[in-house]
């Protein structure tokens, strides 16, 4: 992960320092991570990847697309129902999909929705979130509020769906009582084309 971090830092024309601030984290232990000297917990995984305006899936997507990927056609990857890591914070349980398949084109995950207002989620994540590439989204459990930074909140229930720039500032909200599921999906081809041009991250 180091090497992907560090490039995501310089892209952003980010020093040690200033992620040191965003984070938490001191400079050494960024420097340590960065030069792959120390092992990337998901906590740390969480608190950089937000420092630095990204999903912890988009950070893991841009390492494993460091590398070349395989040759061949054909792969494949099944992933059964409780199996996989959780990627935890106080609004959302993500749980990424096919997360052991590196070069994915896509970058699948089922999210639970635990934030109940725009302000829960604000005072969690000081700003909208914002992915590089285009996402697709579909709601298979529950109520949910769409607010973006270009439209109105969007009320959305169970087998709506919703396809939108990922650039744009968005977050997803619950609406009702009950859990509050959908299934996400950002384009990784698309986002390294955004950030040639500057236009990627918060």
């Given at each position: 992960?180091g090497?992907a971090?560090?490039a995501?830092?310089q892209d952003?024309g980010?020093?040690?320092?200033?992620?040191?601030?965003?984070?938490?984290?001191?400079v050494?232990?960024?420097?340590?991570l960065?030069?792959?000297?120390?092992?990337?917990?998901?906590s740390?995984l969480?608190?950089i990847?937000?420092?630095l305006?990204l999903?912890p899936?988009?950070?893991?997507?841009?390492?494993a697309a460091?590398?070349k990927?395989?040759?061949g056609?054909g792969?494949?990857i099944v992933?059964?129902?409780g199996?996989?890591?959780?990627i935890n914070?106080k609004s959302?349980?993500?749980q990424p999909l096919a997360?052991?398949?590196l070069?994915?084109k896509?970058?699948?995950?089922v999210v639970?929705v635990?934030?109940?207002?725009?302000?829960?989620?604000?005072?969690e994540?000081g700003?909208?979130?914002?992915?590089?590439?285009?996402?697709?989204?579909?709601v298979?459990?529950?109520?949910?509020?769409?607010h973006s930074?270009l439209y109105?909140p969007?009320?959305?229930?169970e087998g709506?769906?919703?396809?939108?720039?990922?650039a744009m500032g968005?977050?997803y909200?619950?609406?009702?009582?009950?859990r509050c599921?959908?299934v996400?999906?950002?384009?990784v081809c698309l986002?390294?084309?955004?950030s040639?041009?500057g236009q990627a991250?918060?």
């Amino acid at each position: 992960m180091g090497p992907a971090i560090r490039a995501v830092r310089q892209d952003k024309g980010l020093t040690l320092a200033q992620v040191s601030k965003t984070t938490g984290l001191a400079v050494s232990t960024l420097s340590k991570l960065e030069k792959g000297r120390i092992a990337l917990t998901y906590s740390k995984l969480m608190l950089i990847s937000h420092g630095l305006g990204l999903s912890p899936v988009s950070l893991l997507d841009r390492q494993a697309a460091t590398t070349k990927p395989p040759s061949g056609a054909g792969r494949r990857i099944v992933q059964r129902a409780g199996e996989g890591e959780q990627i935890n914070t106080k609004s959302y349980r993500h749980q990424p999909l096919a997360a052991e398949l590196l070069h994915k084109k896509m970058t699948p995950m089922v999210v639970e929705v635990l934030t109940q207002s725009f302000d829960e989620f604000f005072t969690e994540f000081g700003e909208f979130m914002r992915e590089p590439g285009e996402v697709f989204a579909l709601v298979i459990e529950g109520e949910l509020d769409f607010h973006s930074e270009l439209y109105a909140p969007l009320r959305m229930n169970e087998g709506d769906s919703i396809y939108f720039d990922g650039a744009m500032g968005h977050a997803y909200v619950k609406a009702s009582e009950g859990r509050c599921r959908l299934v996400a999906s950002s384009c990784v081809c698309l986002s390294f084309e955004r950030s040639r041009y500057g236009q990627a991250g918060r």
